[in-house]
């Protein structure tokens, strides 16, 4: 079994920053890329950030120049450091990790249980 634990959200006002963490445990052999989502009210789940094993980053262009995503593969874990935030930004942002459990099982997407986000004007 693979957990995903989520930290760092909270309430900011607008022009602040916040750092999100999320870091996988248990039975882990590799891990291709961690993303982070959000989704606002009545919307859909969207990619906001993903880095891959190789490090290729993209951002959605919502974020860009604003957010920057980064791992720590000896802890298993993803970082989005968020600034110059804005109440657009006001969201559940969720981590995704995109991984093996063991050489020969398939590669699967594990999610985090999601974190707050509320940015006020």
């Known amino acids: 079994q693979v957990q995903l634990v989520e930290s760092g959200g909270g309430l900011v006002q607008a022009g602040g920053s916040l750092r999100l963490s999320c870091a996988a445990s248990?039975?882990?052999?590799?891990?291709?890329?961690m993303s982070w989502y959000h989704q606002a009210p009545g919307e859909a789940r969207e990619l906001v950030a993903v880095?891959?094993?190789?490090?290729?980053?993209n951002y959605a262009e919502s974020v860009k120049g604003r957010f920057t995503i980064s791992r720590d593969n000896s802890k298993n874990t993803v970082y989005l450091q968020m600034n110059s935030l804005k109440p657009e930004d006001t969201a559940v942002y969720y981590c995704?990790?995109?991984?093996?459990?063991?050489?020969?099982?398939?590669?699967?997407?594990?999610w985090g249980q999601g974190t707050q986000v509320t940015v006020s004007s």
């Open positions: 995704k990790m995109t991984l093996r459990t063991g050489a020969v099982y398939p590669i699967s997407d594990y």
């Open positions: 248990g039975s882990i052999f590799n891990i291709y890329a």
């Open positions: 880095i891959t094993s190789s490090g290729t980053i």
